[in-house]
C-alpha cells in the first residue's frame, strides 16, 4: 500500500502532541507492527532454529498488544470519527471491526500452535504459516487504517475531546510502550 508511512518514518516526525488521540494511535500501530516483524522473525527461523526466547515473549504480548489495539479503536477512535461523519456515513467501521474479530480468531489458532510447539519441542509446517498469516493480517489492517484513519485524525480535536481522551489514556495505558523484540 504506497501510502503508508513506514515504521522508521512514522516514530520519528509524528505529527500530534502527546496529549492528542493520534499520538497513540502512531504508538500503537508502531506496536503492531512490532509484533508483525517479531512474528516474521519466528517463522524464518523455522523449522530447525526457533527462537525459543522470541517465542516466549511473543506468547506473552501479540494478544495483549491487539487486544490494547481494539480496545483504543472501540472506545476512542470510533466514537472520535462518529461525531466527524455521523453513525451511517462511516463504512470503514464495520470493515474494521470485523477485522478485528478475525484476527482475534487467528491470533487465538497461532497461541495454542506455539503452546503446542514449546511443550513438544516440535515445530509443524501449519506453525510457520500460521506465524506468517497472522503478521500480514495484521499489517494489513494496520496499514489500511493508517491511510483511512489518520487523515480524519489531523482535524481539529474540540477540547472537551482532549480532555475525554486525556482521562480515558490515564487510566489505560498503552501495553509495551516502545517494544523492541530484538532487544
Ligand atoms: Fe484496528
Given at each position: 500500500m504506497g501510502a503508508f508511512t513506514p515504521l522508521a518514518e512514522q516514530t520519528g516526525t509524528?505529527?500530534?502532541?502527546?496529549?492528542?488521540p493520534g499520538a497513540r494511535f502512531l504508538a500503537d500501530h508502531a506496536l503492531q507492527l512490532e509484533v508483525c516483524r517479531g512474528l516474521l522473525a519466528l517463522a524464518d527461523g523455522?523449522?530447525?532454529?526457533?527462537?525459543h526466547n522470541l517465542t516466549q515473549r511473543l506468547l506473552e504480548i501479540f494478544n495483549a498488544a491487539w487486544l490494547g489495539h481494539v480496545r483504543f479503536q472501540d472506545e476512542v477512535i470510533c466514537p472520535l470519527l462518529k461525531r466527524r461523519h455521523g453513525g451511517g456515513q462511516w463504512e470503514c467501521a464495520a470493515l474494521f471491526d470485523r477485522q478485528h474479530s478475525e484476527i482475534r480468531f487467528a491470533n487465538d489458532e497461532l497461541v495454542e500452535t506455539l503452546r503446542v510447539a514449546v511443550s513438544s519441542g516440535a515445530a509443524s509446517d501449519t506453525l510457520a504459516y500460521l506465524l506468517r498469516h497472522v503478521s500480514e493480517r495484521r499489517r494489513d489492517h494496520i496499514e489500511a487504517e493508517h491511510v483511512l484513519l489518520l487523515p480524519v485524525l489531523r482535524e481539529a480535536l474540540a477540547p472537551i475531546e482532549r480532555k475525554t481522551y486525556l482521562e480515558w489514556a490515564a487510566a489505560n495505558p498503552l501495553p509495551f510502550a516502545g517494544l523492541a523484540l530484538d532487544s
Open positions: 509524528s505529527q500530534f502532541d502527546d496529549d492528542h523455522l523449522p530447525k532454529t526457533a527462537d
